[in-house]
């Protein structure tokens, strides 16, 4: 069974930079491919970012230039680096290991304009 657990979540201003990090347990972290999601009140969840085992990423448009996601396979954690964050940034932040069943709980990033 893996657990993934979120952290780094807050309130910060826009313009401001926030830093989130999901720790695995168990299982074989360094081979998945891992995603960050995010979900906002009313809308769906929907892939921010995603690393895989061999350092490729992908972002999603409306975070290209501002978010950089990483990885640490020796501390079994994966990072997302938020920078010049936006109003419309709020949302529920979500990691994943993209092709399982396992999510985090989820951390709360709220943006203030």
């Known amino acids: 069974q893996v657990q993934l657990v979120e952290s780094g979540g807050g309130l910060v201003q826009a313009g401001g930079s926030l830093r989130l990090s999901c720790t695995a347990s168990?299982?074989?972290?360094?081979?998945?491919?891992m995603g960050w999601y995010r979900q906002a009140p009313g809308k769906q969840r929907e892939l921010v970012a995603s690393?895989?085992?061999?350092?490729?990423?992908n972002y999603a448009d409306t975070v290209k230039g501002r978010f950089t996601i990483s990885r640490d396979n020796a501390k079994n954690t994966v990072y997302l680096q938020m920078n010049s964050l936006k109003p419309e940034d709020t949302a529920v932040y979500y990691c994943?290991?993209?092709?399982?069943?396992?999510w985090g709980q989820g951390t709360q990033v709220t943006v203030s304009s």
């Open positions: 690393l895989t085992s061999g350092g490729i990423a």
């Open positions: 994943h290991g993209i092709g399982t069943v396992y």
């Open positions: 168990g299982g074989y972290f360094s081979i998945y491919v």
